[in-house]
């Protein structure tokens, strides 16, 4: 897996949100302990964050 700046990993999901080019887009902290994913389905969007914080928010369109 490749390690990438924060503003690097802003503007990837950002971008490929808007263009909708992936199902589920995932980032890891470097020791791999905590994540955010994006879910996309054809109505909606789902951010979950695991790790220091539980957090699942739907994200609308």
Do not use: C, H, P, W
């Not at 897996?1 to 890891?28: G, I, P, S, W």
């Not at 109505?43 to 539980?54: F, H, N, P, Q, V």
């Amino acid at each position: 897996m490749k390690l990438v700046e924060l503003k690097q990993a802003q503007k990837t999901a950002v971008t490929n949100l808007k263009k909708r080019r992936f199902d589920l887009l995932e980032f890891y902290t470097f020791k791999k302990d905590r994540s955010v994913t994006i879910k996309l389905t054809e109505d909606s969007a789902r951010l979950i964050e695991t790790g220091y914080k539980e957090l699942d928010i739907e994200l609308n369109d």
